[in-house]
């Protein structure tokens, strides 16, 4: 194994003197622990660093890996220009990523960069490492908005990229906690901010990896979370190795969580294959929901896997219910992948001959035609929850006085722009936050009138 060790840490430029002018000390903490850190890194004399940070090229579907020979960059933007860095890149560990990633169809690579300036999740903490040590190169990646399973199967490659190199690699997993543990913090409060830092402290503090597939999107949306999906990558370096664990501090009085790990491999572990016990209970459920799913939904999965698999657009079938075949309505198809949206398309009103055909072509609209993702690919199949909803028609309403975020979806119009949102949706729980969604998908301004519509829908699973 040449990855020496992975160390979670955090990146607030406040932590940096010439930034925070002596507010520094509040996070004391924070400092000495990682001066710790900073010495371990410093004894373990690593060739590369490899950082990965939610600052740096982020895509919806593809994780970024930095181009180029080396980069710079400074706290210019935080009124430090004076502390800066320049850094050369590990060209030959970066190369083997992405020849790896190409030869499994993963998406990441080097495609895509806006932006090659060092970003502060990578220089906070080179601040510390490069006052103990500067013989190293770094790596330089970015998250991505793919679930964690992916993040997971990321760290796995980039682990066997430098089995491959035969470097000796130490992992930064640059992110902060929660930003929302505190009333007078700059992102302000919410309950589910001190339980996230709570659980993650304590998952991170004895390798419990597995755990890390447990927080649900909507949690960590909610906490305003920032380092799970790099702490994920980190948490798959380490697949199927026993790993000494250890928490040095966590903090929170900016209203910002700080928490800083170490992690050493030790031997092979055949039972922390975590993401293989992940996907076979993942799998289970699925199979489990499959069967006992009602008509609506299998005739819309029967639908999408005819239409990916052989590029056919299926009949109504004579084997389902009457009313599916008589009764006409607009309808909604979603797709889900390990919890996040996958797909969604439907009809606010009927526009075929009954329900069962607005189900089938809807269902492969989700498939492949939603413009904010990729098409939907034949090993994804398995692994899609879906659900098909059934609308009522729409009434129009004087006021959002009359709109309940759990029982009724909102149309909201202005002249030809039209944006609906379903009701009772995870992490959406105020009728503000309904309309606002639907008025951002409709392109709608927040400053502008709209004109409001509510209606009803059977959720079919």
């Known amino acids: 194994m040449t990855i020496l060790a992975a160390f979670m840490v955090p990146h607030p430029p406040l ?8 507010g520094e000390e509040q996070i004391r903490a924070t400092i000495d622990a990682y001066e710790n850190i900073a ?7 690593p060739e590369t660093i490899i950082i990965t940070s939610p ?16 980069a710079t960059g400074s706290f210019s933007r935080f009124g430090a220009s004076q502390v800066s860095f320049k850094e050369t890149y590990d060209t030959e560990l970066r190369d083997e990523i992405c020849a790896l990633a190409d030869e499994t169809q993963f998406p990441a690579g080097v495609l895509g960069e806006r932006d090659k300036n060092l970003d502060h999740g990578v220089m906070v903490p080179l601040y510390f490492i490069r006052k103990k040590y500067n013989d190293f190169r770094i790596l330089r990646s970015g998250l991505s908005g793919l679930a964690l399973s992916d993040h997971y199967r990321y760290g796995m490659m980039i682990r066997k990229a430098v089995e491959k190199t035969g470097r000796k690699c130490v992992i930064i997993a640059s992110g902060d906690l929660s930003h929302k543990l505190q009333e007078y913090g700059p992102y302000g409060y919410a309950a589910e901010g001190p339980q996230y830092d709570r659980r993650i402290m304590d998952v991170m503090g ?21 380092g799970h999906r790099s702490f994920v990558i980190m948490a798959g370096a380490f697949d199927g190795m026993a790993v000494e664990a250890k928490a040095y501090s966590h903090e929170d009085v900016t209203g910002v969580g700080y928490g800083i790990c170490s992690f050493y491999p030790l031997v092979k572990d055949e039972t922390r294959h975590f993401l293989d016990d992940y996907m076979k209970k993942q799998e289970e459920e699925l199979k489990r ?3 006992e799913a009602d008509p609506y939904v299998k005739l819309a999965r029967k639908s999408l896997e005819s239409f990916i698999l052989r590029r056919e657009i299926i009949a109504v079938p004579d084997d389902i219910p009457e009313e599916m075949r008589t009764k006409k309505a607009g309808t909604f198809v979603s797709l889900h992948k390990e919890g996040k949206l996958r797909g ?22 989700a498939a492949a035609r939603d413009p904010r993702f990729s098409p939907v690919r034949a090993d994804e199949l398995k692994w899609l929850e879906i659900s098909v909803d059934e609308l009522s028609e729409p009434e129009a309403i004087d006021t959002a006085d009359q709109l309940d975020v759990k ?11 039209r944006g609906l949102l379903l009701p009772d949706l995870e992490g959406v729980d105020t009728v503000d936050d309904q309309i606002n969604i639907a008025m951002n998908k409709a392109g709608i301004h927040s400053y502008e009138d709209v004109r409001l519509e509510r209606f009803e829908v059977i959720r079919h699973t």
Request: with cysteine.
């Open 289 to 291: 929901k499959t069967e």
């Open 15 to 22: 932590i940096i003197p010439d930034v925070g002018k002596g």
């Open 344 to 365: 969604c398309i439907g009809t606010i009103s009927p526009v075929r001959s009954c329900v069962a055909e607005e189900i089938i072509y809807n269902a492969v609209s």
């Open 206 to 226: 004895k390798a419990a990896f597995g755990e890390l597939f447990e927080f649900g999107e909507s949690f960590c949306d909610k906490a305003a979370e920032c």
């Open 407 to 417: 029982r009724y979806g909102v149309i909201v119009s202005k002249g030809a722009r």
């Open 55 to 70: 600052h740096a090229v982020m895509y919806a579907d593809y994780f970024h890996i930095s181009d180029g020979k080396g």
């Open 39 to 45: 010495s371990q890194i410093a004894e373990l004399r």
